[in-house]
């Protein structure tokens, strides 16, 4: 049996040869690779599955972390908040200007004075003529600037016969129109229905002389051009009439 091997051995040297030289140099390297070596290779020619999944996670992280835009202070980049403003693209007016301004002396607008319509105007307007018991409509109009210069300038106590009547003084009759120690309540009464009537303020006829009805009293004097004094008087009431008579004609 062993001249058997050996002889297909000698029948094929050059192959045999070749085995026994491949064998020797596998279990050299392998020698090498497993009992030599100090570390892990840089190179390795065989790598596991998990080794590079978890280099690649890695590598995506060191990535996405270089990328991430550094966030910023919330205050620095928030929006300012839309402040209530008069619309641009209007054409100032003088009128409106100086609205404006008492208004915002009494403590009622507060955008920029720009002499424009708008928001602003519009809402500082309504909450004047809603305090003042006035029609309330936001209109910047020739009346209500005089109702504004009259609510800028209210009459002193020297010169509002009433409030002189309330303080123990003297008035002469024809300072509140013929009534002497008191406004007669009659009367005011009766122009009190009549400006309501009119439209020019909201009113209740009580027959109270209160500010409110002064205030309406001012601003229809100042309408007819009559004496702007803003107390109950025989000329007011005759004119009121007319006026009413008028507009139901």
């Given at each position: 049996m062993l001249r058997t091997g050996a002889g297909i051995v000698a029948a094929r040297p050059v192959l045999f040869a070749s085995l026994a030289l491949f064998s020797t140099l596998a279990g050299i390297v392998a020698d090498n690779a497993l009992n030599r070596q100090a570390g892990r290779h840089p190179h390795p020619m065989l790598a596991t599955r998990g080794a590079q999944t978890t280099r690649l996670a890695e590598t995506r992280l060191t990535g996405a972390a270089q990328a991430a835009p550094v966030p910023t202070a919330r205050a620095a980049v928030a929006a300012p908040s839309n402040a209530v403003a008069n619309d641009p693209r209007i054409m100032p007016f003088p009128l409106v200007r100086e609205a404006q301004v008492l208004l915002s002396?009494?403590?009622?607008?507060?955008?920029?004075?720009?002499?424009?319509?708008?928001?602003?105007?519009?809402?500082?307007?309504?909450?004047?003529?809603?305090?003042?018991?006035?029609?309330?409509?936001?209109?910047?109009?020739?009346?209500?600037?005089?109702?504004?210069?009259?609510?800028?300038?209210?009459?002193?106590?020297?010169?509002?016969?009433?409030?002189?009547?309330?303080?123990?003084?003297?008035?002469?009759?024809?300072?509140?129109?013929?009534?002497?120690?008191?406004?007669?309540?009659?009367?005011?009464?009766?122009?009190?229905?009549?400006?309501?009537?009119?439209?020019?303020?909201?009113?209740?006829?009580?027959?109270?002389?209160?500010?409110?009805?002064?205030?309406?009293?001012?601003?229809?004097?100042?309408?007819?051009?009559?004496?702007?004094?803003?107390?109950?008087?025989?000329?007011?009431?005759?004119?009121?009439?007319?006026?009413?008579?008028?507009?139901?004609?």
């Open positions: 002396q009494q403590g009622y607008y507060k955008a920029d004075i720009d002499g424009r319509p708008g928001q602003a105007t519009d809402m500082a307007i309504r909450d004047f003529q809603s305090a003042r018991g006035l029609k309330v409509d936001g209109m910047a109009t020739p009346l209500l600037l005089s109702q504004l210069r009259q609510a800028a300038n209210p009459p002193s106590a020297s010169d509002d016969p009433i409030a002189r009547l309330a303080a123990g003084g003297t008035v002469d009759p024809a300072a509140t129109g013929g009534i002497g120690a008191a406004p007669d309540t009659d009367l005011v009464r009766q122009i009190q229905a009549k400006l309501a009537e009119a439209r020019v303020a909201d009113l209740k006829a009580d027959g109270i002389m209160g500010e409110r009805t002064r205030a309406a009293i001012r601003t229809f004097q100042a309408l007819e051009s009559l004496e702007v004094t803003g107390e109950p008087s025989r000329e007011v009431l005759d004119r009121l009439n007319e006026t009413g008579a008028s507009a139901s004609r």
